[in-house]
Nanobody, 125 residues
Framework: QVQLVESGGGLVQAGGSLRLSCAASGRTSSNYAMAWFRQAPGKEREFVASISWGSGVRYYADSVKGRFTISRDTAKNIVYLQMNSLKPEDTAVYYC??????????????????WGQGTQVTVSS
């Protein structure tokens, strides 16, 4: 079992920045991949970014490429999502997720068995 707890959400103006954190505990290992998803009101949960826990290989959705950066601190067991140049359309609940297996190109939510509770990000125009 893996437990995930997100933090760092909030309200920010368009063009601003936020950094989300996801603290992982339990049976984490270098054979895991971590990801961020988001869900806006009335929309499906969508993939944002992923990172291989062991190698650090990253993968991004086209909508956030060049603006968001995913990283991890293996000593602290924390995954970060640095979000810059935020837009109103980035408003959503952001979820941290984990799966067994290092592949980072898995973007389907069904492939991730472990989830955090989510943190709200609101970008005002």
């Amino acid at each position: 079992q893996v437990q995930l707890v997100e933090s760092g959400g909030g309200l920010v103006q368009a063009g601003g920045s936020l950094r989300l954190s996801c603290a992982a505990s339990g049976r984490t290992s270098s054979n895991y991949a971590m990801a961020w998803f988001r869900q806006a009101p009335g929309k499906e949960r969508e993939f944002v970014a992923s990172i291989s826990w062991g190698s650090g290989v990253r993968y991004y959705a086209d909508s956030v490429k060049g603006r968001f950066t995913i990283s991890r601190d293996t000593a602290k067991n924390i995954v970060y999502l640095q979000m810059n140049s935020l837009k109103p359309e980035d408003t959503a609940v952001y979820y941290c997720a984990a799966k067994i297996g290092p592949s980072t190109t898995t973007t389907m939510r069904e492939q991730y068995p472990y989830w955090g509770q989510g943190t709200q990000v609101t970008v005002s125009s």
